[in-house]
């Protein structure tokens, strides 16, 4: 079974920075081919925003490209853990953070990120004050 397991989000000011953690688990065992694991944010009373991925594969990454100036992804492949590093928080930042992962060919990424995600986490709130 495939599991993402976000964490790392919290209350802080703005300004300050955060890094979320996504721990996956059951790819080898349940995925064939390339997937893309990210990161999606839905802020109060909005839509759910793709931010970023990076491919299972061979680690390219991905963005948003309003989201590439102070949004950083990542992977540690021995602890199967994917990191979204959010620098220069703003408080319209607030969201709950969710992980994600679906076939990197589905990918639509440029002005808009969207993935037809296969596997999602629970969410991480990112609470940022002004």
């Known amino acids: 079974e495939v599991q993402l397991v976000e964490s790392g989000g919290g209350l802080v000011q703005a300004g300050g920075s955060l890094r979320l953690s996504c721990a996956a688990s059951?790819?080898?065992?349940?995925?064939?081919?390339?997937?893309?694991i990210g990161w999606f944010r839905q802020a109060p009373g909005k839509e759910r925003e793709g931010i970023s991925c990076?491919?299972?594969?061979?680690?390219?990454?991905y963005y948003r490209d309003d989201m590439k100036a102070r949004f950083t992804i990542s992977r540690d492949n021995a602890k199967n853990t994917v990191y979204l590093q959010i620098d220069g928080l703003k408080p319209e930042d607030t969201a709950v953070y969710y992980c994600?992962?679906?076939?990197?060919?589905?990918?639509?990424?440029?002005?808009?990120?969207?993935?037809?995600?296969?596997?999602w986490g629970q969410g991480t709130q990112v609470t940022v004050s002004s």
């Open positions: 994600t992962a679906g076939p990197t060919i589905t990918l639509v990424y440029g002005e808009q990120f969207e993935l037809d995600s296969e596997y």
């Open positions: 990076i491919s299972t594969t061979d680690g390219t990454t």
């Open positions: 059951g790819f080898i065992d349940e995925v064939y081919g390339d997937y893309c």
